[in-house]
């Protein structure tokens, strides 16, 4: 399962974000600068990409730079871990057990959530 978090770009007031991928450990993977018309993943030269179909997304719940992550596959929000509602992507070695982290948000569940799937067109 990867995880996705959104922050504000350089250029926030234009519509430019900074999307980082997250692996289960939530060791930062990738991260890309995007807008609803470009992205600079591999497959930014497409008409779309993955990343620029969940931009709208993030938008739609106000999960901009708030320590919210997007679990992609699943359509389904993780809490901000820290309390205080700081970034919670962690420093190499302080990744906390994903399994611990889901106990942590019990209104979590394993049913998808109720967002649409969008699909290429």
Same mark, same amino acid.
Request: with cysteine; aromatic share 8%; hydrophobic share 35%.
């Given at each position: 399962?990867?995880?996705?978090? !959104?922050?504000?770009?350089? /250029?926030?007031?234009?519509? @430019?974000? *900074? *999307?980082?991928?997250?692996?289960? @450990? /939530?060791?930062?993977?990738?991260?890309?600068?995007?807008? $609803?018309?470009?992205?600079?993943?591999?497959?930014?030269?497409?008409?779309?990409?993955?990343?620029?179909?969940?931009?709208?997304? /993030?938008?739609?719940? %106000?999960?901009?730079?708030?320590?919210? $992550? !997007?679990?992609?596959?699943? !359509?389904?929000? !993780?809490?901000?871990?820290?309390?205080? %509602?700081?970034?919670?992507?962690?420093?190499?070695?302080?990744?906390?057990? $994903?399994?611990?982290?889901?106990?942590?948000?019990?209104?979590?569940?394993?049913?998808?959530?109720?967002?649409?799937?969008?699909?290429?067109?």
């Amino acid at each position: 399962m990867n995880l996705y978090h !959104l922050a504000h770009g350089d /250029f926030s007031a234009d519509g @430019d974000y *900074i *999307i980082t991928k997250l692996t289960p @450990d /939530f060791v930062a993977e990738a991260t890309y600068n995007l807008s $609803l018309r470009e992205c600079t993943c591999p497959a930014g030269h497409r008409s779309t990409c993955r990343h620029r179909q969940m931009l709208p997304t /993030f938008l739609a719940a %106000g999960h901009v730079a708030d320590g919210y $992550l !997007l679990s992609w596959p699943l !359509l389904v929000w !993780l809490p901000p871990h820290n309390p205080d %509602g700081s970034d919670p992507v962690p420093s190499a070695g302080e990744a906390p057990n $994903l399994a611990e982290r889901a106990e942590s948000a019990p209104h979590l569940t394993s049913q998808p959530s109720t967002l649409p799937r969008r699909t290429l067109a």
